[in-house]
């Protein structure tokens, strides 16, 4: 079993909310001492401000942050566990909570924390691509499992060499153990919270750090095998439709890089245009679903979901490509926009070459 290198909470504290005279003067230094490594000074200042105001959200993400710094993790826990109860809408206090977690090899837990910050905010790109770590770590342990059950299932070990040559290509290594991770942050909105009315307004958190777990030594991506012949591919687009999404074009004298950047692209396109059969035939009928749900589950899930909106636009971006055999990996920048969501984010799609043609058998996001 391979183990995650441990990941603390980022220390972008910058660019605190129009807060009272009291609040101005206070966390803004506090969070200068825990920039400057003064854990111990800051914790005490933490406390001080929290005793005369215990309710106040961003003092007590504060609190948390310092804790995790300390590495006091049980501590940190608690208090970012109470501020969820508190304060259930917002999505921060529970990426961080997933990253504790994964760092104590809780993934379980790790992972029901990311889904329900990405609940309180789905446009929150951070969280996505933390649990599409959680999500590797967990198919990680699971091929483990099946190799220590049955340690000639040629398939798992197939799967665990294709994860480990996914990762030496291109991707960066992870954190040191005891390394800190600086990520951005987008300003908070203004505290409009009365005391202690039963539906006030939640104060947004001060500074939303956007940790993410490490990624681990052996990333669980599943392999492709061979698939079934496809169902019936739909009817192609029709010129009436909305506009061709643009996606990125990456020029190969390889045929069957290009014959592959060609698929993904009008994968792209049948999703744009909202044409659902198209979109679901580039889907092998051995396609390994996100959540494991049955496949006639998904499919609907994916109609309701691509219906729902008024329009969409999928951009495909900076696509690189991996050949294997009839195997292939496309690895690429997804900014999808539609007049509810805009997200970006990155995405692997998994394909195999079935009858003349590249089909999807996995796909995963933010990894």
Known sequence: MTRLSRSLVALALACFAALSAAQSSDLPEISKLLRSGQHALALERINQYLAGKPKDAQGRFLKGLILTEQNKAAEAIEILTSLTKDYPELPEPYNNLAVLYASQGQYEKARQSLELSIRTHPAYATAYENLGDVYSKLASQAYDKALQLDSANTTAQTKLAL????????TKPPPKPGATIVTSTRPPEPVTRAPEPPKAAPPAVVAQVAPKPAPPAVVAQAAPKAAPPPPAVAPEVKATAPKAVPAAEAKSDNAGSEDLLKTVNSWAKAWSTKDVGTYLAFYGQDFKTPNGEARPAWEAERRRRINAPKSIEVLVE??????????ASVSFRQSYHSDTLKVSSSKTLVLVRSNGKWLIQQERTGS
């Open 163 to 170: 994860m480990r040559d996914l990762v030496s290509s291109g």
């Open 318 to 327: 900076s696509p690189k490509v991996s050949i294997t055999a009839n195997s």
